[in-house]
């Protein structure tokens, strides 16, 4: 009796793994692409788009054998739990992805070691000879977030998908990153958090577009010149004899010779000019983003796939191939998560120039049509460019000027000098590309004789008689000028505009000697903001006082305050009474400011000057000399050269330091 029991008795464990393997492999089949986007997107960029892909396949079906594995249970089944559960085929499919593709990012750098499994000599499956695969390249919003995604640690980068994609909680994206052996799961969960905040759009509906489908490939040509170089180079090999070709074998298998891919590091991540983004004509009059995406690939050279791949292979690497790296203040320097978009490639004043857009930064690549080529790249930040500050790009700057390439939708163009605001403006050549001639760039010293500046004019399929303002300072954007008039009695505060107005082109006049000092220092826009203006003592005239705003394309701006006399020359410098750096004064966030200074009047005797913004209820100076005033601007008799803090309170009762006082 007991040995018939024994007899027909089965080990349950049998049974159990098979099942086991049955239900991983029909939940790999069914989530199969988010599983090697997963994959995808946690492996190291490093590894170049087209083995990424190869590799997040192999990840993910390898996994299959690790999460149907057998594990020592008790011989009593364990009541059931709900699906996604810890003990569930789709919880442990995950664990193993992203076991593995973290693992991999810890590997060596050396082929073999990170292509084969142990013992063997053969490639990992799936394995394309002949052939590179690739995603397709999404929008501007995709690049942004590849790039701001392969910036993030990988474990960080698996609990942004294992939330935003699969749809798990905290708790149970932390359990699975501890189980797939992440040191600090929770600072992983810190991190997905600030990426979820990205942009514009949803990063769920971003991550399902064909920038981030490993599944939905496009595919191209291996390097055809270096296939047949090899092949040729096999059959001469070939011809010396079996024992040179066992040696040749032998030293290839051992990983004592490098592959000509691993010498170069030029040879890898680098995106084909087939690869570029160009956009098709006419976008930007069907936009409502009306920006650097809108801009067509122009130039007589944007199908030179030799020039556009050294540019694109200078952009991936510029210390390996020599190139001199220029970057405006707060710029990454690292390559496009993928292929750019093309904006521009031509021969300009004997340099070849291609201009690129990712999404987030311009590069500007630039050599001489010489056999030494002596290449330069400048890249400069360009987040948020609008119809304004992406309506001209520098192609080339030298001892002739500067020319500039600008946008499609730029109607008209002309130059006027900001020191002679009564002088009309006069209209400048533009190639049918949309390249300008030369204008001369105020220079960082030096004497202040002319400052001469872009009027655009935009199409009036964008915006009716809407003209505006570049100044170019040697960055690739040149810079937006705007104005902010007095503020009128009783009337709600002024909102900055295009400084193109009598009163706005009189401001400048008197503040354009300072813009060279703003030269290379990444500015996007500067507004002059008239805030104040009073009658000056001893027949000293009427005075308007400024505060010139200056922010850059990172976000901190710096301000200047000064003021102008009326009856001076329309070109003399306005006198500068405070600076302040990385403050929020005199923008939308600041929108309260008080300054004064000492003043000599036309009969030699001295003053203190004080002015406030339209809130300002009262003002009060200590120091050299006592005063208080109820009202928004004060002139009171003070020794010679007198030095004074001034301070004035606002309509809420909040009190306020002038500009420029220590904190």
């Known amino acids: 009796m007991h040995l018939r029991q024994l007899r027909s008795f089965r080990p349950p464990g049998r049974a159990g793994v098979r099942q086991r393997v049955r239900e991983a492999e029909s939940v790999l089949v069914e989530q199969y692409g988010d599983l090697v986007r997963l994959a995808h997107l946690v492996l190291p960029a490093s590894l170049g788009r087209h083995r990424r892909v190869l590799v997040a396949h192999s990840v993910v079906q390898r996994a299959l054998r690790r999460a149907g594995a057998p594990r020592t249970a008790p011989a009593v089944p364990p009541p059931r739990r709900a699906s996604g559960g810890r003990d569930s085929a789709e919880w442990s499919l995950l664990a193993e992805v992203v076991r593995a593709a973290l693992a991999h990012g810890r590997r060596p750098r050396l082929w073999p070691a990170r292509l084969t499994p142990p013992g063997t000599l053969l490639p990992r499956l799936p394995v394309v000879v002949g052939l590179r695969l690739f995603p397709r390249s999404g929008g501007a919003d995709e690049l942004a977030l590849a790039q701001r995604l392969s910036a993030a640690p990988a474990a960080a980068r698996a609990a942004f998908l294992l939330t935003t994609v699969h749809g798990l909680s905290d708790d149970t994206v932390h359990e699975l990153l501890a189980a797939a052996g992440v040191a600090d799961p929770a ?39 270096r296939r047949s170089r090899r092949f040729r180079l096999a059959l001469g090999a070939a011809a010396i004899g079996a024992v040179t070709a066992m040696a040749l074998i032998a030293t290839s298998t051992s990983g004592t010779t490098a592959r000509p891919e691993a010498a170069s590091p030029a040879a890898h991540d680098v995106p084909r000019p087939a690869d570029l983004q160009r956009t098709a004509p006419g976008v930007w009059d069907d936009t409502s983003r009306v920006d650097f995406t809108a801009w067509p690939p122009r130039g007589p050279r944007v199908r030179d796939e030799v020039l556009l791949g050294r540019a694109l292979s200078a952009w991936q690497h510029p210390r390996t191939h020599g190139t001199r790296l220029t970057l405006t203040p707060a710029t990454a320097a690292t390559p496009p998560a993928a292929a750019p978009q093309l904006l ?156 193109t107005g009598p009163a706005a082109l009189l401001a400048w006049a008197h503040q354009a ?67 302040a750096r990385a403050t929020a004064a005199c923008s939308r966030f600041g929108q309260h400011v008080v300054a004064g200074t000492g003043w000599r009047s036309p009969h030699g005797r001295w003053y203190v000057l004080a002015a406030g913004s339209r809130a300002v209820t009262r003002l009060s100076v200590t120091g050299t000399v006592a005063a208080t005033t109820d009202a928004r601007t004060l002139a009171v008799p003070a020794p010679r050269a007198p030095r004074v803090h001034v301070t004035a309170r606002l309509v809420t009762g909040e009190r306020l330091n002038a500009v420029g006082t220590p904190s």
């Open 187 to 225: 600072a992983a969960l810190r991190t997905a958090s600030v990426l979820e905040e990205f942009g514009r759009s949803a990063p769920a509906a971003l991550l399902a577009s064909p920038e981030f489908d490993a599944c939905a490939l496009q595919a191209g040509p291996t390097d055809l010149l």
């Open 513 to 579: 000697c300072a813009l060279g000092e703003l030269r290379g220092g990444g500015v996007r826009a500067v507004n002059a903001w008239d805030f104040a203006a009073q009658s000056l003592p001893d027949g000293g005239g009427h005075a308007v006082w400024t505060c010139a705003r200056a922010d850059t394309w990172r976000g901190p701006g710096d301000v200047t305050v000064s003021y102008r006399v009326g009856g001076s020359a329309s070109g003399a410098p306005a006198r500068t009474v405070a600076r």
């Open 344 to 499: 521009y490639a031509g021969d300009v004043d004997g340099r070849a120039i291609v201009l690129f857009y990712d999404g987030q930064r311009l590069a500007r690549y630039s050599e001489r049509r010489t056999a030494a080529r002596e290449a330069e790249l400048s890249v400069a930040r360009a987040d948020d460019a609008d119809v304004t500050t992406a309506a001209a790009v520098t192609l080339n700057s030298g001892s002739g000027g500067a020319r500039y390439l600008l946008a499609p939708w730029v109607a008209e163009a002309q130059t006027r000098d900001l020191l002679h605001p009564d002088t009309l403006g006069r209209a400048l050549h533009v190639s049918q590309d949309g390249l300008t001639d030369p204008l001369p760039v105020a220079p960082a010293t030096g004497s202040c004789d002319s400052r001469p500046v872009l009027q655009l004019r935009s199409s009036e399929r964008i915006a009716e008689h809407h003209a505006f303002l570049l100044a170019g300072l040697g960055d690739l954007s040149p810079v937006h000028l705007t104005y902010t008039p007095l503020p009128g009695p009783g009337a709600p505060a002024r909102q900055p505009r295009e400084a």
